[in-house]
């Protein structure tokens, strides 16, 4: 046991005591555990911005070297990172079909952080008090809801790889380390920075150790050597390989200015009112109970909280081709640091009080993405309709209808926005926003077809009166794959709210949902294509 706190003492210390019913508190941690993994099985397409794309990219992977295969997109495998969905789902997918295949990567996903943030705290002080309401509060945070899936994977590995570590310590060396490089490749291949979570935990775990005198110096030298030592192989044949650990992104970025607002807006990505109202209520509870002695980390906890901190100033928005990564820090801190808090409340008011609002702010987040989700079941479900009444093997352009500054407007809208793409899947379309990274993703546009290569397929789409323009006769400073649009591409998506047809000579529409329109492009103003 890690913690400077005996088990007799863990015991009378617990956040769930004897005046409240254990067995119902354990019925209640399973229902909301229910709660939080339900939305993916009632909805065939979750809600999640990046999540489409990254379903488009399975289907060509899942199709590539049969006679179904998507003519405009190669499949080009190389040792890299970030590929976990790309390993599970296409072979799924062959068996059961893509959207099962997705939704069981999605649940697995969700299953090893909620797991994983469990075995942590029962290995760190043998209980569960904190970590199921901290999986469930923040397993639709801001990262996750946009649908980074790789991440999501990632990190729920890093943390049963973290409980495995803590559990071997006593262990013979040899035998950790063993363990331990097994997890490191599969962090590796999973996601990167779900790698440098674990190193960086682990790190700071073993220097505490050592401050502590539970460790000679010799002996957290050899254990850094040993945990070094696998991330340094696998990071170093890349460039042996000839391949960049940042792929074609490799822009560094640090926005300074959000940083105060991030740790606020990390819990939900859904509704920021929600996110502020909860982590202000954690970060004030926090505070309020630190104050007054009643809330203390123990074993390796405050070395931990620390270096997080520390690591989310420092760490750039965007870093090798990933963003976001200061967020990332806030999540895998909020379902790491539960499972070493002490709680000692003094009396059955605080303690009742404490319990059901810690049920209250997870039932709110939850019950949220539930709306969420299944408001925009019949959104996807037209927006797949709509694919029919494309000719298959056609080129397709996304465009938005608000402004660029503000995609998406509130945060749910940001569902529908890469929903397009899904036309790569359901109409062997090409669609130039779909996360296709040459050098960085094992899917690409074949030589033939590299005028429509979007330069960053990310929130970054043109609006109907960029397109006019262009339209128009306006040609300067565009990226290849929007100059001269009308002649290059057969449907045009607009995503958002109703926006007037601003070049109906051109564009003849199709279909219409909620938040998307479908146009058939004009076929005279491509007939020099």
Known sequence: MISSVSAEQSKSHVYIPPDVNVRHSQIVTFLLIALALGPALAVD??????????????????????????????????????????????PLARLVGLVAAGKTFLLLSQLLVVGGAMALERVVRGTLKFSPFAAVTFLYSLPFAWGFTNFEFGLGVALCAIATWLSLETRPLFARAIVHSVFVVILFVAHLFALGVYGATLGLHELWRLRSGRASVRQALLTMVVLATPAVVVLGLMPILGHSVAGAASETEWRFDLKALWIFEAMNGYSIILSYAGMGLILVACFILCLRGYLTLVGSGAWIAIGFAILYVAVPYRLMGTAVNDVRIVIAAALILPSFVQLSLPNSVWRRTAF?????????????????????????????????????????????????????????????????????????????SLFAYPGDRPVTLRSAYQQYAEPDPGLLAPTLPDLANVAFGAHENLPSYLQSWPSKYDYLYVVGPYAPNPIPLVLHELDRGRGFALYQIDRPAKANR
């Open 45 to 90: 397409i979750p809600a999640m911005l990046d999540y489409p794309n990254h379903l488009a990219i399975m289907s060509v992977l899942s199709r590539s070297g049969t006679a179904a295969a998507n003519p405009f997109y190669q499949v080009h495998w190389n040792f890299n990172t970030n590929l976990a969905m790309e390993l599970i789902v296409p």
């Open 356 to 432: 059901w609002t810690a049920v209250g702010c997870a039932v709110a987040n939850v019950t949220l993405v539930w709306w969420v989700w299944l408001s925009y079941r019949s959104e996807y479900s037209a927006l797949i309709s709509s694919f029919g009444r494309m000719a298959k093997d056609s080129t397709v352009l996304v465009a938005v209808s608000y402004p660029r500054s503000k995609p998406g407007g509130d945060p749910t809208d940001y569902p529908s926005y890469h929903g397009p793409t899904l036309a790569v899947a359901y109409a062997n379309a090409l669609v130039p």
